[in-house]
């Protein structure tokens, strides 16, 4: 009897889903049919959107435009680190069997796309998601890195945490510590399965 109710509730689910998946698709096409339509809107409206290069150069304030050789050079020591922390977590998690941070997570590139943009606009756009992206992934590596090796939280208040902080041991709670921090450690190596 109850097999039956479980078959009954399974046929049921199955039923829902496929209805789901039929009205999803139905919404699919229909937005996709719309955007067809409204691409060239769209495109027409992106192109007298878009401020031309010398309209931009004549609009931005001088400081600005002696600061950016400042803003640009950054991303020498920014493209270092990239190489390095991309070594460290190459050569270290296979060891400590940590899943390794996917760095197209983190890294994307899509605003310079825009067509509103102009190429200094679609330019700049390419830096801020690199270099952003670049601390996003750094900031995951580090934070595996110490849910490995030290997940206790601060005793302080720190302004930004991490992803993975909150699973952290309280601040003095020894034992917690040393009877959960291999659950964390396999936390780690099963994110791999």
């Known amino acids: 009897m109850e097999h039956y109710k479980i078959d009954e509730l399974v046929a049921k689910i199955k039923a829902l889903e496929s209805e789901l998946e039929t009205e999803l698709h139905q919404e699919y096409e229909k937005f996709t049919c719309e955007i067809v339509k409204k691409r060239e809107e769209i495109l027409a409206s992106y192109r007298q959107d878009r401020q031309g290069l010398v309209n931009y150069f004549a609009t931005t304030p001088i400081l600005h435009l002696l600061s950016a050789p400042v803003i640009w050079v950054v991303l020498i020591p920014a493209f270092l680190l990239d190489i390095f922390v991309s070594f460290y977590q190459w050569v270290c998690f296979p060891i400590y069997k940590i899943t390794k941070v996917k760095r197209s997570d983190y890294i994307v590139y899509d605003r310079h796309q825009l067509g509103y943009l102009n190429a200094i606009e679609k330019l700049n756009c390419l830096y801020c998601s690199y270099f952003n992206g670049l601390m996003g992934y750094i900031s995951e590596i580090a934070a595996r890195t110490e849910q490995y090796w030290c997940p206790i939280r601060h005793a ?6 991490h992803s993975r902080y909150q699973r952290f041991f309280e601040y003095g709670d020894s034992s917690r510590f040393r009877q959960e921090a ?10 791999n399965e």
């Open 156 to 161: 302080r208040r720190i302004r930004s945490i």
């Open 182 to 191: 291999a659950l964390l450690r396999k936390e780690l190596t099963e994110e």
